[in-house]
T-cell receptor
Framework: NAGVTQTPKFQVLKTGQSMTLQCAQD?????MSWYRQDPGMGLRLIHY???????DQGEVPNGYNVSRSTTEDFPLRLLSAAPSQTSVYFC??????????????FGSGTRLTVV | RKEVEQDPGPFNVPEGATVAFNCTYS??????FFWYRQDCRKEPKLLMS???SGNEDGRFTAQLNRASQYISLLIRDSKLSDSATYLC???????????FGKGTRLSVIA
């Protein structure tokens, strides 16, 4: 049971390049999210999905696209990288529901630098 | 008012000390509550869920006060390995994203 797998772990991009951050989970979780974490800013939600074919915007969606064609995968696309997108990106998943058993499992993160 | 607020710290405590963190939340409809732990340059990991009646897991005790809209985390007999950032997390329903506080940094000193 791998949990939540993110690739790549590190990436350097040039301004204007595009790329896709991969996220896959094998726990049959309906709910998946992408966060970015910057010093002093905490975790900020980019996009989330409550199931295959359903996505919605979070707090900071500009410059990012997502799709959810399967329950397992939730890729994050950077359309035209900018230095402001230098950050650590975390993917997280959970079962849909409320209460004690419905916390997130996080991937190990992707450290992205845009130069 | 921010949805979830925490004192950023840092809290610097000696080994063996008892330390408590509070977290306030603004949405009275919040239903799910958690404490996460995040080590430097690592992903957040679930420390414990918070139950309405309060709950304990070894040296860690979590409490929920719905009337005052805050949750707390108490760590007894602090260990050096407890040094980390502790994130308070709440959610209002099963379909809404979890909302994270910015975290409270704890340093346990020998």
């Amino acid at each position: 049971n791998a949990g939540v797998t993110q690739t790549p772990k590190f990436q350097v991009l040039k301004t204007g390049q595009s790329m896709t951050l991969q996220c896959a989970q094998d726990m049959n979780h309906e709910y998946m999210s992408w966060y970015r974490q910057d010093p002093g800013m905490g975790l900020r939600l980019i996009h989330y999905s409550v199931g295959a074919g359903i996505t919605d915007q979070g707090e900071v969606p500009n410059g990012y696209n997502v799709s959810r064609s399967t329950t397992e995968d939730f890729p994050l696309r950077l359309l035209s990288a900018a230095p402001s997108q230098t950050s650590v990106y975390f993917c997280a998943s959970r079962l849909q529901g409320r209460g004690a058993g419905y916390g997130y499992t996080f991937g190990s993160g992707t450290r992205l630098t845009v130069v | 008012r921010k949805e979830v607020e925490q004192d950023p710290g840092p809290f610097n405590v000696p080994e063996g000390a008892t330390v408590a963190f509070n977290c306030t939340y603004s949405n009275s409809a919040s239903q799910s509550f958690f404490w996460y732990r995040q080590d430097c340059r690592k992903e957040p990991k679930l420390l414990m869920s918070v139950y309405s009646s309060g709950n304990e897991d070894g040296r860690f005790t979590a409490q929920l006060n719905r009337a005052s809209q805050y949750i707390s985390l108490l760590i007894r007999d602090s260990k050096l390995s407890d040094s980390a950032t502790y994130l308070c997390v709440v959610s209002s329903s099963g379909n809404t994203p979890l909302v994270f506080g910015k975290g409270t940094r704890l340093s346990v000193i020998a």
